[in-house]
């Protein structure tokens, strides 16, 4: 059984980074991908924390993105080439409120990203350095992606789900 959820993170942190989309030019841009992929790899491996998880996902499809880009007047419905409709089909809905919930609150980042410890999936606080402490660069970079208010509408989806999985502790496979 497939694990890898990388196709999932892979496409969940473009749709993020399309709906809102960087400052500046090819630096900024690679700064603000480098933030929405770290943000949804957090959320990703919260949300399956097992190799069960992951195999049950990347069966099963994670849903796509037909209602973040409703919720966030980005909707195409009708206009997308195949190619288009095949990596947005690998979104999914829960992770990328879960990002956004991160990329807006700090301290909320910080939990998720300890929650982690001792899981599954393995990785230190120092490779989600630009998730954890963005420096001003970074910030700058991932303006629209960071922003409270702008974000509110996706975080705000499954935001209780989220802080539940982190009062919870580790999670037992689905």
């Known amino acids: ?25 090819a630096l900024s841009s690679a700064l603000c991908e480098a933030q929405a992929r770290q943000a949804v790899t957090v959320a990703a491996w919260l949300r399956y924390p097992t190799e069960i998880d992951a195999g049950l996902v990347t069966l099963a499809g994670p849903g796509g993105a037909a209602r973040l880009d409703w919720i966030t007047g980005a909707d195409t419905a009708g206009e997308d080439t195949p ?3 095949a990596w947005r089909s690998w979104v999914d809905e829960v992770v990328a409120s879960w990002a956004a919930g991160l990329l807006t609150d700090p301290e909320l980042a910080g939990t998720a990203v300890g929650a982690l410890a001792g899981g599954e999936h393995t990785a230190g606080p120092a490779e989600f350095r630009r998730l954890l402490d963005p420096d001003d660069g970074d910030r700058r970079a991932a303006a629209l992606l960071r922003h409270p208010d702008l974000l509110a509408p996706v975080a705000d ?18």
């Open 83 to 85: 190619e288009d409709w």
């Open 157 to 174: 989806l499954h935001r209780d789900q989220l802080l539940d999985r982190l009062r919870t502790g580790p999670a037992l496979a689905a």
């Open 1 to 25: 059984m497939l694990t890898d959820l990388s196709p999932l993170i892979a496409a969940t942190a473009r749709w993020l980074t399309g709906a809102y989309p960087p400052c500046g030019g």
